[in-house]
Every structure is written in C-alpha cells, then in structure tokens.
C-alpha cells in the first residue's frame, strides 16, 4: 500500500471516533502528536525560508557567488521539502481537529494529496529531504523545543 494511502486510512480509522460525542484517549493523543508535528514543520519551514532567501542572494552576485551556489541549492531543495511537508502535517492536523466528519475527511484527503515532491537518489533534492527528516526527529526529540512544550488545553499541565 503506497505511503500516502496508508496514511489516508489511518487518519479515517482515527477520525471516525472523533465525530461521535466522546472524545477517546487514542484520538486525544493522535491529535496531540498532528499538533506537534504540523508545528514542528512550520517552525523547520520559516528557518528554510529565511536560510534559502539569504543564501539566493548571496549566491547571485559578489565574491562569494561561485562557493556559495552550491548551498543556495541545496537551500532551495530543503525549502521546497520543508513546504510540502509542512502542508501535508498540516493538513493532517486540520483532519483531527476538524468539527465535522465531512471536513475530516476533506482534510485527510487533502493530506494524502500533498505528495512530497520526486526526488531521484544521490541528488540534492534527496539529500535534504534526509537532512529535513532527521531535523524534524531532532527537534521532536528536543525537550525544550517550544512545539514540544504543554499548550494551555493539554491535560498534562494540570
């Protein structure tokens, strides 16, 4: 079963409890970990922005231009990833937080559609997908990242 599929069905399974009236604690945590991870890949997103715009424009013109292209490239590559990624998490996350059944499903079928752009091995593209991938487990892993920390309705505060 292809990977965005799989990740389709798993949020319908995880979705159909959540239009009924009680909450469970699976979708309760489900919701939980979309939260973090949408919130994760936006922050790694605003960082590609800011690093491939810099980087674009150093690399343009000026002595360094010619040692700097090669970053911009690669620059540019984690910041396409980084936005395709955000876009799928965060439409993951809209799925189980939705107020309807009907706009779950719209959302998990939105987050099964925003495929991660090809990426051939060995080219740049595919090594920033790598260095986004372990980015996003190092930040998820960081303690003190603030997507990581309790929001004001998590349970666990208290």
Known sequence: MPRHALAAALL??????ACGSVETPEHRAARKEARRDACVATELLIHSHDR???LGEYASDGP????????????A?????????SA???FQD?????????????????AALAKDPPAMPGTVQATARERWADDFAASK?????????????DESKR
């Open 12 to 17: 319908a399974a995880l979705l159909l409890p």
């Open 141 to 153: 892993a960081n303690p003190d990242h603030p997507c990581n920390k309790p929001d004001d309705g």
């Open 94 to 110: 809209s799925a189980l937080t939705a107020g309807s059944a009907a706009d779950s499903a719209r959302y998990a079928s939105q």
């Open 64 to 75: 360094l231009a010619g040692v700097l292209r090669a970053s911009a490239a690669f620059a």
């Open 77 to 85: 590559a984690y910041d396409q990833y980084a936005q395709a990624r």
């Open 88 to 90: 799928q998490l965060a």
């Open 52 to 54: 491939a715009r810099s």
